[in-house]
């Protein structure tokens, strides 16, 4: 049976960090977020399982289902969205689908500053957004871009705000630009909490997507794609 209490799941697999949380839109009630060395096959489904049990509920209490939709990794994407989806179609549940950089576009504190947020995109790339601070919000601007982190420094032109998965030597390198204001490591990690609130408020709008035909945002190396 079902709890009356709402009870959202979301799940993050964009990259080798992945991250879960449950939600009842008052409360984190549980979170986890981990690196994954290619593991996500493996981890995901027993770290939920193991989530559920110490709140002591069952998969048949959850009511709505959140998931990041990349760009990221392909087989980290597939594997957070099929179980999205598995979930979302055997049980009934709403799906909502959220872009993997605005989970972490969200998280970052309001400013007069350009943002620059950033992923893993494979073979010393970064799959990038840019954000502008608007109405109370982080508003998506443009294409999804990939670049490596020198052309990303070369693009920087004015004091820009970055944040995202950086390397330690990217970092290192950023941090001499005279443009380049670096997010702390615990404002570049994408965490499934956040993502519970934004799917909470699209469920609540009724911004749903339909479990069947949701997609992953896949991006090629030499495209910009457009939103």
């Not at 179609?89 to 969200?106: E, N, R, T, W």
């Amino acid at each position: 049976m079902r709890s009356q209490t709402p009870l959202l799941l979301a799940l993050d697999t964009s990259t080798h960090w992945v991250s879960l949380a449950l939600y009842d839109g008052a409360s984190i009630l549980c979170e986890h977020t981990w690196f994954s060395r290619d593991y996500h096959t493996v981890e995901l489904a027993p770290t939920l399982q193991q989530a559920l049990e110490r709140l002591g509920i069952t998969a048949r209490q959850l009511t709505c289902v959140a998931t990041a939709i990349g760009p990221g990794s392909f087989t980290g994407l597939r594997v957070g969205i099929a179980l999205a989806k598995g979930l979302a179609l055997g049980g009934k549940l709403p799906l909502v689908g959220v872009p993997s950089l605005d989970i972490l576009a969200a998280a970052q504190p309001p400013m007069g500053l350009p943002m620059i947020a950033v992923l893993r995109a494979g073979r010393g790339r970064l799959a990038l957004r840019r954000y502008e601070f608007q109405q109370g919000i982080w508003q998506a601007q443009g294409d999804y871009q990939i670049l490596t982190a020198e052309q990303l420094a070369e693009t920087l032109d004015r004091p820009t705000w970055l944040c995202g998965e950086f390397d330690p030597s990217e970092r290192q390198a950023l941090s001499t630009h005279p443009n380049a204001q670096l997010a702390s490591p615990s404002l570049c990690l994408r965490r499934a909490g956040k993502l519970a609130e934004i799917g909470w408020a699209h469920w609540q709008a009724g911004r749903v997507t339909d479990a069947a035909t949701l997609s992953p945002i896949y991006l090629h190396i030499h495209e910009p794609i457009p939103t």
